[in-house]
């Protein structure tokens, strides 16, 4: 069974020990499984593994958000202790925090009001149109920023526009940089949290771990 693109279940025993192995499933799973792919339909290019190229698939936009906008998720999960379970976790909570983290110039260009309401249109209107109904809501949708932005919001006109194409290469140059802080031995709490929820989505308990 491949537990990555490249990574088989006989390639390596289970379960993972070291923070290091963890760090590097996750990343080829993101990678090779999920940002790759995407990038790949939005803008064409080189297969992991392959010397072949292949070209951009034509009206693929909406695949390409339907795998990148979980990214945001994931990333709020990873990082995040998660909440005291008597605690009530606001909906889209850990959404709201992977964008606040891949996306730090969004927050820096609206500020906290808008980005709120921003992030409230990317949920509602692209993450949850798009997975419960197939479509994102009127409003949001595929588009080119100004500025090379992945993502542009009009706060009077209410109006999200997400760039596939970029998105996609957002995410994984993110994805890089998040490897490299999980690799670093300072950022320990970081590092706390990653392997805490690694283990709970891989099934590993305390005693394996």
Not at 86 to 101: L, Q
Not at 125 to 151: E, K
Request: glycine share 10%; aromatic share 10%; hydrophobic share 35%.
């Amino acid at each position: 069974m491949w537990i990555a693109w490249n990574i088989k279940d006989t390639d390596i025993s289970w379960p993972p020990r070291t923070i290091e192995e963890k760090v590097e499933i996750f990343y080829q799973r993101a990678l090779g499984w999920q940002l790759h792919v995407a990038d790949l339909l939005a803008n064409g290019g080189q297969p992991l593994g392959k010397s072949c190229s292949v070209k951009r698939l034509e009206h693929s936009g909406f695949a390409v958000l339907q795998i990148c906008l979980s990214y945001f998720e994931t990333v709020g999960h990873y990082e995040q202790r998660n909440p005291a379970p008597t605690a009530k976790i606001p909906k889209g909570y850990f959404f709201k925090e992977g964008v606040r983290s891949v996306l730090p110039q969004l927050l820096a260009r609206h500020g906290e009001a808008v980005f709120d309401e921003l992030v409230g249109r990317l949920y509602g209107g692209a993450r949850c149109g798009l997975y419960h109904n197939s479509m994102t809501v009127p409003g949001v949708g595929l588009g080119q920023p100004s500025g090379d932005a992945p993502i542009g919001y009009d706060s009077y006109a209410k109006r999200l526009a997400i760039s596939p194409e970029r998105l996609a290469r957002a995410l994984k140059v993110h994805l890089e940089q998040f490897r490299a802080l999980l690799l670093d031995p300072k950022n320990v709490e970081l590092r706390q949290n990653f392997e805490r929820r690694f283990n709970k989505d891989n099934g590993i308990s305390e005693r394996e771990s």
